[in-house]
């Protein structure tokens, strides 16, 4: 058995993620991380990361949940400072909704093998848990992202 489901769910939207919502501060480590994620608009939910180490900027992303067809997808674009992106223009790192209870949405990487799953989880109004996890492997620290609503 998995330890999250591995199939996309259909009739979700993204709307039913709004509580991502807000500006969120936290720590990687001994790194400053944040995450801003604006209000639901166009059936999108548009979000941003930063973080730093060392007091310089180590990489951003550019995230978006939304709509295609019956699921929902976290896409994510990455960038280096400068803006110097590390995809290729025409593509993202494609996570697609596999699991959503309550506060806690499970997304599943699609076309990479040993693929991962990214979980964010609402913990009470103002802390926000994300991280990344393979199966048969565990959370690393480099993978926890713990924050505070601000």
């Known amino acids: ?15 039913e993620l709004s509580w991502l919502s807000g500006n969120w501060l936290g720590q990687n480590g001994q790194d400053p991380v944040e995450e801003h994620w604006s209000p639901l608009r166009g059936n999108t939910l548009m979000g941003m990361f930063r973080w730093v180490k060392d007091g310089k900027v180590r990489f951003y992303e550019l995230l978006a949940v ?3 067809g019956e699921s929902v997808f976290l896409r994510i674009k990455h960038f280096h400072p400068g803006l110097v992106g590390w995809e290729e ?3 993202a790192h494609e996570f697609v909704l596999v699991q959503l209870k309550g506060q806690e949405a499970v997304f599943l990487e699609l076309d990479k093998p040993n693929a991962r799953w990214t979980v964010y989880r609402l ?8 991280y990344f996890t ?8 480099t993978g ?3 924050y505070t609503r601000q």
């Open 1 to 15: 058995m998995s330890k999250f489901p591995t199939i996309g769910l259909s009739g979700v939207s993204p709307a």
């Open 66 to 68: 939304e709509q295609d």
């Open 89 to 91: 223009k025409d593509r």
């Open 123 to 130: 913990e009470g109004r103002d802390r926000l848990v994300s």
């Open 134 to 141: 393979r199966e048969n492997e565990p959370v690393t620290d």
């Open 144 to 146: 926890m992202f713990e």
